[in-house]
């Protein structure tokens, strides 16, 4: 993971590092949620202890290897094994026992502490030594409280150690004392930053606005989100405020905590979730339609994730996307199904919204109220929902004609949204089963604005003036209009040089065929 800012993070490793080089020892425990970047600090002082001249331990606990005693502890120490005959016997004897080296009785647990102090002491008195350890709550329970153990005698001996924990996992207790450094997410100016660097690129304002507020400075969300938009596989298609669909990795890192939830709190993570945050009135009374048992709210690991007063609110947004897209299809239908019915009759949006999520195959009936829906969205200047809205009516519209015709109108809100590249896909598809020129013409004119933004200028002078041709006298305005685009398209391709048309293939747009209308 690329590590931007992090200015206060980065100061204090580097002062531990200062420390240990300059004769002392030390201690810090990262402190922070799955992905937020632990990882990545813990690899920056790994390197910046290696490019100062310090010897680098490493180990990270694995869940599946918790109930291996000793198996973090051998895998930090390995490294130093030379080191094991020049301990006292019985420390030698004891870590050797607990390493399977040498067989005989359970060692004392003091002794085999003693000897990992000793094994990482003595290793220091050559070169300062630093000692990594992530997902220290996945260590097995020996190997932490020995570690714990150590980090807690050390004194002048040129040994850092450095533990990586995941925020509100009881298992690192034995860590408790130690300086903490808590890791939170990026601030807004570093987010953005993050997301360009991780999509090789600038994002389409409307990806980017909707991927920023989904990750919420969360490095490892910002990174795989970026990517799956960059990919053309994350362009969101739902109503700004509902869940963006998270990719595998990020699913999988939430996913396993809310499936350990009986069914009934699941149901109701995943109402909450496709609630789009609002008053949790609405939520309670589609959770009672289904059964769900309002205790479930206060059970203590749905605590952890879920707020529901004065508001629902989400411990974090990739939590309620891990829910919402986490849960099959057909209870995803059912909660909204339940939201629909449980919405105040005063905000058909929503209910029009709810109803067209709950609905699996054509509807025409909830594909006119998504219609509706997108009228007073455009009336109070929502492009992008109208975008939304029109483009899941289309989806619900078995008529291929009307289909079209929806899809079109998508295209040309997702274009004054900034959305081009959803844009430039709708008219693609509504064309081909557009009847009348006019609604072609129109198709084409998106596509011309949308090659003109996404710089294939030339292309776009040549599909600006074919729209503005094909309206003609059907449309002198929105005629007049496109080609007014065309000419500004090609000034900016340079189809005019010091007041002089270019000649030959690459010349001026063509003027009006007579009969075509006027401008």
């Known amino acids: 993971m690329v590590l931007v800012d992090r200015l206060t993070e980065t100061g204090a490793m580097q002062s531990l590092l200062d420390e240990v080089r300059e004769g002392s020892s030390g201690v810090l425990v990262l402190r922070g949620q799955v992905g937020i970047g632990k990882t990545a600090l813990l690899r920056e002082m790994t390197l910046r202890a290696a490019n100062a001249g310090m010897r680098v331990a490493q180990a990270a606990g694995v869940q599946a290897e918790t109930e291996f005693d000793f198996a973090g502890l051998h895998q930090l120490l390995l490294p130093f094994a030379g080191g094991l005959p020049g301990l006292p016997d019985p420390q030698r004897a004891a870590l050797g026992t607990v390493f399977g080296l040498a067989s005989g009785q359970a060692p004392d647990r003091f002794l085999v502490g003693l000897a990992a102090l000793t094994l990482l002491t003595d ?12 997902d220290a709550q996945w260590l097995d329970r020996s190997s932490l409280d020995l570690l714990a153990f150590v980090a807690r005698r050390l004194l002048a001996d040129r040994v850092g150690m450095v533990f990586g924990v995941r925020a509100g996992e009881d298992r690192a207790e034995a860590l408790t004392g130690f300086p903490e450094l808590h890791v939170g997410p990026l601030p807004a100016e570093a987010g953005r930053e993050l997301l360009e660097v991780a999509a090789g690129g600038r994002l389409a304002e409307p990806a980017s606005r909707r991927v920023l507020a989904e990750a919420a400075g969360h490095p490892l969300a910002l990174v795989e989100l970026a990517r799956e938009v960059a990919a053309g596989r994350g362009v969101p298609e739902t109503v700004p405020g509902e869940p963006l669909q998270l990719s595998d990795r990020l699913e999988l890192l939430y996913l396993n905590r809310v499936r350990e939830l009986p069914s009934e709190a699941q149901t109701l993570l995943v109402l909450a979730a496709a609630g789009q945050l609002g008053e949790p009135e609405r939520v309670w009374r ?73 609905t699996q195959g054509p509807d025409e009936a909830v594909a006119r109220e998504l219609e509706l829906s997108a009228d007073r969205a455009r009336d109070r200047g929502g492009w992008e929902i109208e975008a939304a809205f029109l483009r899941r009516a289309a989806q619900l519209t078995a008529d291929p004609g009307r289909r079209a015709a929806r899809r079109l109108a998508a295209a040309e809100a997702a274009l004054v949204a900034g959305d081009v590249t959803s844009a430039d896909t709708l008219a693609e598809q509504a064309a081909p089963h557009l009847g009348q020129p006019l609604m072609r013409a129109r198709a084409r004119r998106v596509r011309g604005r949308c090659q003109q933004v996404l710089g ?30 065309a000419f500004s398209a090609a000034q900016m391709d340079g189809w005019y040089r010091a007041g002089e048309r270019r000649g030959g293939d690459g010349g001026a747009p063509p003027a009006p065929a007579a009969g075509r209308g006027t401008w």
């Open 123 to 134: 290793a220091a008195e050559e070169q300062p030594v630093l000692c990594v350890i992530d």
């Open 456 to 485: 294939r200028t030339s292309e776009a002078v040549r599909t600006l003036v074919d729209a503005a041709l094909e309206m003609g006298a059907a449309d002198p305005r929105r005629a007049h209009d496109t080609m007014l685009e």
């Open 286 to 358: 589609a959770a009672q339609a289904l059964g769900v048992d309002p205790e479930v709210a206060e059970l203590p690991e749905v605590r952890r994730m879920l707020s529901l007063s004065p508001r629902v609110a989400f411990a974090h947004p990739l939590i309620r996307a891990a829910a919402y897209w986490g849960a099959p299809p057909g209870e995803r239908r059912r909660v909204h199904a339940a939201l629909a019915a449980a919405t105040n009759p005063g905000d058909p949006d929503r209910r029009a919204w709810h109803l067209a999520q709950a």
